[in-house]
């Protein structure tokens, strides 16, 4: 079965400090990552895809990825109250209908 | 344009009903998927159609669970003989095209008594 594994946390941080969120899956053939932004009763929203090797930053957020080790992970700079929440790493596995496989999530708590 | 869209918000049966959850993607979006999500985990994966077809049904639990895209819009999913344990928030995404970025509707809250 493939899947996709996160610590659960939670992760506090202080404000204006640097997050990082870690994600490991199992299916060697995946090909799309994915890191979404949950708050408490409300719906995934899209915070970072990354599909290559390396880094991908936008804004405050930077995706890194390593096919080789299996590895997806999130950097939050100067966290904010506000990016509290909790964080969920997804894939789309190579050669898949598409689905999203989540990891369980990381809450992340960033006190003022 | 509007985002995903999900009725009812919230939803409260009893052992042994039907239930229908309704799914409105965004527009032109060709592919839709449903999720269910329990407390404290992520989201898992039920059905993705792509245009009116079921492209994988293989994440639906059983045979009570089914899921229809009649014009390639909106989505229904039907819950037959509901159990305590369907309880959980269901999501449905779309996305176009099949692959690209997934984006979730706020979730119908189900609850079976």
């Known amino acids: 079965q493939k899947e996709v594994e996160q610590n659960s946390g939670p992760l506090s941080v202080p404000e204006g400090a640097i997050a990082s969120l870690n994600c490991t899956y199992s299916?060697?053939?995946?090909?799309?990552f994915f890191w979404y932004r949950q708050y408490s009763g409300k719906s995934p929203e899209l915070i970072m895809s990354?599909?290559?090797?390396g880094d991908k930053e936008d804004g405050r957020f930077t995706a890194q990825l390593n096919k080789a080790s299996q590895y997806v992970s999130l950097l939050i700079r100067d966290s904010q109250p506000s990016d509290s929440a909790t964080y969920l790493c997804?894939?789309?596995?190579?050669?898949?209908?598409?689905?999203?496989?989540f990891g369980k999530g990381t809450l992340l708590t960033v006190n003022p | 344009g509007a985002g995903v869209s999900q009725t009812p918000s919230n939803k409260v049966t009893e052992k042994g009903k039907y239930v229908e959850l309704r799914c409105d993607p965004i527009?032109?979006?060709?592919?839709l998927y449903w999720y269910r999500q329990s407390l404290g985990q992520g989201p898992e994966f039920l059905i993705y159609?792509?245009?009116?077809?079921?492209?994988?049904d293989s994440g639906l639990p059983n045979d009570r669970f089914f899921a229809v895209r009649p014009e390639g819009s909106v989505s229904t999913l039907k819950i037959q003989r509901t159990e305590r344990g369907d309880s959980a928030v269901y999501l449905c995404?779309?996305?176009?095209?099949?692959?690209?970025?997934?984006?979730f509707g706020p979730g119908t809250r189900l609850t079976v008594l």
């Open positions: 527009s032109g979006h060709t592919a």
């Open positions: 990354i599909y290559s090797n």
């Open positions: 159609f792509q245009g009116t077809g079921a492209a994988d």
């Open positions: 997804a894939v789309i596995s190579g050669g898949s209908n598409y689905k999203l496989t």
């Open positions: 299916d060697r053939v995946s090909q799309s």
């Open positions: 995404a779309s996305s176009n095209p099949p692959g690209d970025t997934q984006y």
